[in-house]
């Protein structure tokens, strides 16, 4: 179990790009997660996947946004047409839905500079 | 809405001092509540949680006593260490959601030897 990994750790782009993130969560949990953290700010939530099943997007989720988990397995996160206030660390998280309240993991984060 | 806040940082405590951080909440039902701490350079990690009224949530000499009556969820280390540097977000997540947290923005701590 080597937890929770994203790639890429860091991006730089210019307004007006595409970018995708990816996610691999820990292997055995069938939940997945993405936060976005601007500075000086706790993580707010932005979707969630049961398996394949993405279940909840939050209002902070336009429609530039799109998540994907195609087998149940690793996600990714792209955002079109990259603007200034995209520019945060966005997170994954996953968890395993076999208890009240499971723990989520967390991956170490994309940086995203938009220019 | 539902939302968690959270004393507002930099704290900066010798080592062997006494740490609170204060955190108290809004939410309807009964949320379970989390403690989170992210070391420099690393990722979010679970310090502590807990899931009902006055349940005690305890870690690594860290302790948090879930207060329903004063929506509370403070945390509290007796003799804190240098090693001990880092944010701490508090968080909750609603009873019967999916399990989303909702976080406070984190109070980073400072211990100086």
């Known amino acids: 179990d080597t937890g929770v990994s994203q790639d890429p750790r860091h991006k730089i782009t210019k307004r007006g790009q595409n970018v995708t993130f990816r996610c691999d969560p820990i292997s055995e949990h069938n939940r997945l997660y993405w936060y976005r953290q601007t500075l000086g700010q706790g993580p707010e939530f932005l979707t969630y996947?049961?398996?394949?099943?993405?279940?909840?997007k939050s209002r902070l989720l336009s429609d530039r946004f799109s998540a994907e988990r195609p087998k149940g397995s690793f996600s990714t996160l792209e955002i079109q047409r990259t603007e200034q206030g995209d520019s945060a660390m966005y997170l994954c998280?996953?968890?395993?839905?076999?208890?009240?309240?499971?723990?989520?993991?967390f991956g170490p984060g994309t940086r995203l500079l938009v220019l | 809405g539902d939302s968690v806040t959270q004393m507002e940082g930099p704290v900066t405590l010798s080592e062997e001092a006494f740490l609170t951080i204060n955190c108290t909440y809004t939410a309807t039902g009964y949320p379970s509540l989390f403690w989170y701490v992210q070391y420099p350079g690393e990722g979010l990690q679970l310090l502590l949680k807990a899931t009902k009224a006055d349940d005690k949530g305890s870690n690594k000499g860290f302790e948090a006593t879930y207060r329903k009556e004063t929506t509370s969820f403070h945390l509290e280390k007796g003799s804190v260490q240098v090693s001990d540097s880092a944010v701490y977000f508090c968080?909750?997540?609603?009873?019967?959601?999916?399990?989303?947290?909702?976080f406070g923005k984190g109070t980073k701590l400072s211990v100086k030897p």
């Open positions: 968080a909750l997540s609603l009873q019967g959601s999916q399990g989303n947290l909702i």
């Open positions: 998280a996953s968890s395993f839905s076999g208890g009240h309240q499971e723990t989520q993991y």
């Open positions: 996947f049961q398996n394949e099943a993405q279940l909840e």
